[in-house]
């Protein structure tokens, strides 16, 4: 199993980056997919699922409106699109797979995402 995140990077406030996350070795529609974020000193927090097969959506209160989670399934890709950048969004984001029934659950390695001027 593996998953792997790409696009983070240093973007200024108001700016734009899109993660992706790139999934293999497991039933990808069976799956919650979620994005998860950790700032220094802080705890890892939920920033959006998506239930691949029906694309139901979630989102954390401080992104909803900015960001956009979703899928493409033939890839085995999650992907967040994040808008309108703050600051406070710079954290290390994680994928996060998860099968709650069958109580498995995979990460991803984290990709960097720094706001800053």
């Known amino acids: 199993v593996q998953l792997v995140e790409s696009g983070g990077g240093l973007v200024q406030p108001g700016g734009s980056l899109k993660l992706s996350c790139a999934a293999s070795?497991?039933?990808?529609?069976?799956?919650?997919m979620s994005w998860y974020r950790q700032a220094p000193g802080k705890e890892r927090e939920l920033v959006a699922a998506?239930?691949?097969?029906?694309?139901?959506?979630n989102y954390a209160d401080s992104v909803k409106g900015r960001f956009t989670i979703s899928t493409d399934n033939a890839e085995k890709t999650v992907y967040l699109q994040m808008n309108s950048l703050k600051p406070e969004d710079t954290a290390l984001y994680y994928c996060?797979?998860?099968?709650?029934?069958?109580?498995?659950?995979?990460w991803g390695q984290g990709t960097q995402v720094t706001v800053s001027s």
């Open positions: 996060n797979a998860k099968r709650f029934l069958a109580g498995l659950e995979y």
């Open positions: 070795g497991f039933t990808f529609s069976r799956y919650v």
């Open positions: 998506i239930i691949s097969a029906s694309s139901s959506t």
